[in-house]
């Protein structure tokens, strides 16, 4: 068949509208194999079905929620939006419905032209789809305002792409230019820096259907290489990528991935030209990463999966068996039953257990900081445990009678809190337990470990159903007495707590027949979610619960930052600042909590070694009130 120039014209055009309309490659295949960190929505329509659906996005919505939101969203608008979009000449709103396809951002390692040292450049993408039109018109329009309000730019093309790069001065980057509400913080008296900074120089334009936004054209030119087929090769190429895609990225709404190693790899390493102290933080930090054994990390991923019965997430850190890090394996809990014993309670909101062998961990510890920290610390720490109890036995040995009598049990949990105050939020009841072969030498032990911290003040006992109960508080200050700790040995544990209660709760436990945590209705379900009670470390949280006397304190009292944060917050660390922020939210309007209580549920957690690395696996079932 031969091609006439009468067949060359729709031959031509058919060929242009083919290459006009072609689809954006998926993620993996459009972004370099150089990407060292992704996060991204592969179907913008999916994973905005995905947000609308969850529980927390229905209360957003919900009608008795409206007046604080309408409140907040009134002051982000006009302090935030609004002056950010008169000093970037732009108009967000513009841009509403332009996501059809992906909407992707990432870190790609490129090298610039001008240096010998790669870097990280950030690149933003988003894949409009038949929208095309309307992006063009819409880069178009914001170019054009550009130009006329002065803002210094410039034209280019990459691969035959028209960009246009916005040089922005680090002034129009401040917070007092971008928040003007805002009381900007005093910088200290030493924080001059040794060279001013410099422009930022942030790079849009359009190809095909696809809005790239990056601070490096080198890593544009990598993206359109891919968009276009060539010979750059994908992320979907990188091993680590590929091993933590098939397993748990694919088919996710929205998806983190890192490569640790090459972040690692660039933390460690120098670059030319680096000045000494340059030099020597990243030998500092190589020391750090081999110590610690995280230098071994191959990547770092988190997923979501939604379903109607619930909401699965899990993050994995991906790192072979045999090259396993120090730290991890401190960490490392044994496949054993971590379910809730008998003994804790079915009010418990948040309950915790971990498998840990605790002197193995101690041990290891030990060698990972011998490592790390000077020798000389290391020597007053040792001498630290020698001397303890010696006055009343020249023979004891305090690290030996941890050491012998810790096991492989550590359990946690928490009751809601006794009232609605904020001082009651900060420490609800809880209950902590470590397994013992030997409770009762434990508890002598750490009568002898908290006289350190105590600087001697007596620990006062007394009975209670048989056990003792020790009870250690450090000094009074002033006037007021300071809030102790009471502990006692019971049931192979060594009970600890703030709360006395919690723990004759505990003691009194053996002869009660109260319900218990593990009889939750639906509780098992979800445990089989996240892989079962026998991984060693499993969690649990009530947030219909747990959330209830939060609720009634953010609506019944003003809060401040020092409120928040536990600690007042100078104004040189950017305290002001904050404290205007939290102005933004009129807490007062929240609704009651019996009237959006069924937003809330609750939550399992479970944790996985396995010979790949480890995983994290979260699991929310949806709210029975919310299933259709």
């Not at 009471?486 to 703030?498: D, K, Q, R, V």
């Not at 009530?542 to 006397?549: A, D, K, L, M």
Request: with cysteine; glycine share 6%.
């Amino acid at each position: 068949m031969s091609i006439t120039p009468r067949s060359f014209v729709p031959l031509a055009l058919a060929v242009f509208c083919l290459r006009a309309g072609a689809a954006v490659p998926a993620p993996e295949k459009l972004l370099p194999k150089e990407t060292v960190l992704v996060l991204t929505a592969p179907d913008w329509a999916k994973a905005t079905l995905f947000w609308t659906n969850a529980p927390y996005a229905r209360l957003w919505q919900d009608p008795s929620f409206k007046p604080f939101k309408d409140k907040f969203l009134d002051k982000f608008t006009n302090s935030v939006i609004k002056p950010l979009e008169q000093n970037l000449g732009i108009k967000f709103s513009d841009y509403e419905g332009l996501a059809q396809g992906q909407v992707t951002f990432a870190l790609v390692q490129v090298t610039p032209k001008d240096k010998s040292d790669s870097s990280l450049a950030g690149i933003l993408l988003m894949d409009t789809k038949d929208h095309a039109g309307q992006l063009k018109t819409t880069l178009s329009q914001a170019i054009k305002k550009w130009a006329e309000a002065g803002k210094p730019m410039k034209s280019q093309k990459i691969r035959e792409t028209d960009f246009t790069t916005l040089i922005i001065s680090p002034d129009d980057l401040s917070l007092k230019k971008i928040f003007p509400g805002l009381k900007p913080a005093e910088p200290p008296d030493d924080s001059a820096a040794k060279s001013p900074p410099r422009n930022l120089q942030l790079t849009v334009g359009q190809s095909d259907s696809l809005l790239l936004i990056s601070d490096s054209t080198e890593a544009i030119e990598k993206v359109l290489n891919r968009q276009a087929g060539g010979m750059v090769p994908p992320l979907e190429e990188s091993p680590a990528f590929q091993a933590d895609y098939g397993a748990r990225l694919r088919g996710s709404p929205l998806y983190f991935w890192l490569s640790a190693k090459a972040l690692v790899e660039m933390i460690t390493k120098p670059t030319a030209g680096a000045d000494a102290d340059a030099t020597a933080s990243a030998a500092r930090m190589d020391t750090f990463f081999s110590a610690t054994g995280l230098a071994n990390l191959t990547s770092a991923s988190l997923s979501y999966q939604s379903f109607p019965e619930g909401t699965f997430a899990q993050f994995f850190l991906a790192v072979p068996e045999e090259k396993r890090p120090a730290l991890l394996k401190i960490f490392a809990a044994e496949a054993k039953d971590s379910g809730p014993p008998p003994f804790v309670p079915a009010d418990a909101v948040k309950f915790w257990r971990w498998r840990l062998n605790m002197a193995r961990s101690w041990k290891s510890l030990e060698a990972m900081l011998n490592d790390l920290v000077p020798a000389a610390f290391m020597a007053q720490i040792n001498a630290v445990f020698q001397m303890a109890g010696k006055d009343k036995d020249e023979h004891y040995d305090l690290k030996t009678e941890l050491l012998d009598n810790l096991g492989d049990d550590i359990i946690g949990y928490e009751k809601a809190a006794k009232a609605a105050k904020l001082a009651d939020l900060r420490s609800p009841p809880a209950l902590y337990l470590l397994g013992s072969p030997n409770a009762d030498k434990l508890a002598a032990a750490l009568k002898v470990l908290l006289a350190i911290p105590f600087q001697g003040a007596p620990i006062k006992d007394r009975e209670f159903l048989g056990r003792k109960i020790y009870t250690a508080a450090p000094p009074a200050v002033g006037n007021e007495a300071a809030s102790g700790v009471s502990f006692s040995a019971s049931g192979g544990y060594l009970a600890i707590s703030s709360d006395p209660s919690m723990l004759e709760e505990y003691l009194r436990s053996s002869e009660s027949k109260t319900k218990s945590l593990m009889d939750m209705p639906g509780l098992a379900d979800a445990a089989q979610k996240v892989g079962g009670m026998g991984t060693g470390l499993f969690g649990f949280e009530n947030e219909n619960q747990s959330v209830r006397p939060v609720f009634e304190v953010f609506r019944k009292h003003p809060l401040t930052v020092q409120d928040f944060l536990g600690i007042p917050l100078p104004a040189t660390a950017g305290g002001d600042q904050l404290e205007s922020l939290l102005q933004w939210a009129d807490f007062s309007l929240l609704p009651s909590f019996d009237s959006v209580s069924k937003y809330f549920y609750f939550s399992v957690y479970a944790g996985t070694f396995s010979s790949d690395g480890f995983a994290l696996k979260m699991y929310m079932p949806t709210p029975p009130q919310l299933r259709q």
